[in-house]
């Protein structure tokens, strides 16, 4: 059943990256057999960029829509431990509008975690 579950976030994830990018990404084999989309970390990155524009000129919506965006990504960043390199709290420091959403994204997708065990 959770191999279900991700595999059909894998690919909406991966529907999202190839819209975001422009370009279909493959997804890569990790050792411990899972797969993994690649393109996650591009996406999120073009979609910062978006987010710090949108916070520039004050687009509520595009933010909003940007937020869910970047939620998505989380669980794959969870799995190949991108928040044990850069924990939430140095997304979260300093001026960067788009990177602060992403640490708190992820501080909410944790508790959320938390709570359902």
């Known amino acids: 059943m959770a191999d279900t579950i991700n595999a ?12 975001t990018l422009g370009v279909e990404m493959p997804q890569i084999t990790l050792p411990d057999g899972s797969k993994v ?3 996650t970390v ?7 960029r978006a987010y ?3 916070h520039s000129t004050g687009g ?4 909003t829509q940007l937020e869910a965006l970047m939620r998505a990504t989380l ?3 969870d799995r190949v431990g991108l928040f044990d390199l850069f924990r939430p709290e ?14 708190r994204l992820y501080q909410e997708f944790k508790l959320q975690q ?3 065990q």
């Open 8 to 19: 059909e976030r894998d690919d909406k994830l991966a529907a999202l990256n190839s819209a």
């Open 37 to 39: 989309q690649t393109g």
């Open 42 to 48: 591009g996406a999120l990155l073009v979609n910062i």
């Open 52 to 54: 710090n524009e949108a």
């Open 60 to 63: 509520l919506e595009k933010k």
């Open 75 to 77: 669980p794959l960043l």
């Open 90 to 103: 140095e997304w979260i420091a300093g001026d960067n509008e788009g990177r602060k959403a992403v640490g």
């Open 114 to 116: 938390q709570q359902q």
